[in-house]
DNA sequence: GTAATAGTGTCTCTTAGACAATATGGG
DNA sequence: CCCATATTGTCTAAGAGACACTATTAC
């Protein structure tokens, strides 16, 4: 290790990008099918190789949402979900890819492809399941940035940027019940919403009609962290068995 | 980006360590002193480049782990935080950092250094108080590993990672207060700790005798996810302003 | 009116936190 | 006994979840 002549190998960096949106009530997920080998016809998560020594690895994040998901970094959120660095997770040689979560308000179009050819959402049950096969790790990766954003949303605002500007409270619950996969009662989800102060703010006089009584508008409000959490449910606080 | 003749760029690929523990009841990280450029004589988190190409990122923390901290990955948990990627993070060139957060128990000894000079564990708080300066991005890395140790021992059971095999009631509230910053009640911390099933579990019939009544010894459970978690204090979970 | 969805109220049970009371060791 | 710490209990208030009820639109 202290030998003078010793230097560190070098390796491609990459990224790739979890982008999870809603459509009709499910959690999809933007898959793009790969022109090129490897894993050529597959379907895989969009992202790419840093475009240059100097781009920073954020910078490439957004680059790629741009160029292959046609989305602007406008008013989405970003965050990291790590690094994949086993040796063999590809073929082509030691390529390390630091991958990024991203939300987008629901999207009803598949995105007209740019550069990556046939980009598209996916349910994101249809990988889960197996019925959809992904290249590389990305089957791993995307089930990262799901448990992510399942936990992210218990604590903080995150939930808002499935929606658009604006969106009622039915909207935002059904959401929680995509991401999550539960059943909320509506009546209790919406007292919990309102009892977090900065959470969501009405947004204007404005309603909305579709069949029953219109709903109230609202809108994202300041507050990024919640208090109280929306715990999500599934585990019945067993409180038995002391010693 | 379908020019034949391009080449992504290689970069260098680092691990970096924050490796916390308990001494005196306080949160001390592991640093060691730089004996080379850049930054040579500052303090920095244990870490090192890839060994060679075809080294896995996880075993090459481990490797450093074992190297520059003389610590078995034996019973230590070992957790990606995160990749850091600024393209001017070294002034060498470029490096991008895969950063992991481990935890040891309390040693007493400022362990006997190996392949750095230099290291020693240092409270947690010199750093973040400014009073000692790390190279590199490393300040952001520790304060990042520092924030998943406190949100992690809220649901899970990574807190008994600080104390050794077997412990009381009591230590075990230590860790979270170091690691919490804040002060519990222990009669309401016992209640809640054992009211978590799996948690910790009775290690044999022996008992630890310092100054009081002896305290029954625990031992680490087989639950790893904590339910109903502890939540940290802090925010008096406001529930007013309806609307 | 009915259908359908939005929003409010109420009840019960669990848990968090404050804090009293008791237990068990060493002087 | 006294002191110090461990362990148990009790009380109160807040939040979670179940669910009845009212409100407002379209037809």
């Known amino acids: 290790m202290l030998d003078e002549s010793w230097q560190p190998p070098a390796v491609l ?10 459509r009709s009530e499910r959690l999809h997920v933007l898959l793009v099918e790969r022109g090129i080998e ?7 998560l969009p ?6 020594a100097g781009e920073d ?10 160029e292959e998901a046609n989305l602007e970094g406008a008013r989405l959120h970003l965050e990291q979900l790590g690094a994949y660095g086993a040796p063999d997770r590809d073929p082509r040689g030691r390529v390390v890819s630091v991958a990024y979560l991203a939300i987008a308000p629901g999207l009803p179009e598949p995105v007209a492809g740019t550069d990556a050819a046939g980009a598209s959402w996916r349910p994101v049950e ?6 959809v096969r992904l290249a590389f790790d990305h089957r791993q990766i995307l089930a990262d940035g799901v448990e ?9 605002s995150l939930a808002t940027a499935f929606c658009g500007e604006t ?4 909207e935002l619950q059904r959401v929680y019940e995509a991401v999550w996969g539960v059943r909320l009662d509506q009546r209790n989800f919406y007292r919990k919403i309102q009892g977090v102060p900065g959470f969501i703010v009405p947004a204007g006089p404005n309603r909305r009609t579709t069949k029953g009584r219109p709903a109230r ?3 994202a409000g300041p507050r990024n962290a919640l208090h109280p959490p929306l715990v999500r449910p599934g585990s019945p606080a067993t409180n038995e068995g002391n010693q």
């Open 38 to 44: 490897p894993f050529r016809g597959h379907h895989a």
């Open 167 to 170: 969106f009622t409270v039915a």
């Open 217 to 219: 508008l609202f809108r």
């Open 126 to 131: 249809d990988v889960s399941s197996g019925r």
């Open 47 to 52: 992202g790419g190789f840093l475009n240059n």
């Open 13 to 22: 960096v990459a990224v790739d990008l979890v982008i999870l949106t809603l």
């Open 148 to 156: 992510r954003a399942r936990a992210k949303i218990e604590h903080s």
């Open 57 to 66: 690895v954020l910078a490439a994040a957004h680059r790629e949402l741009r």
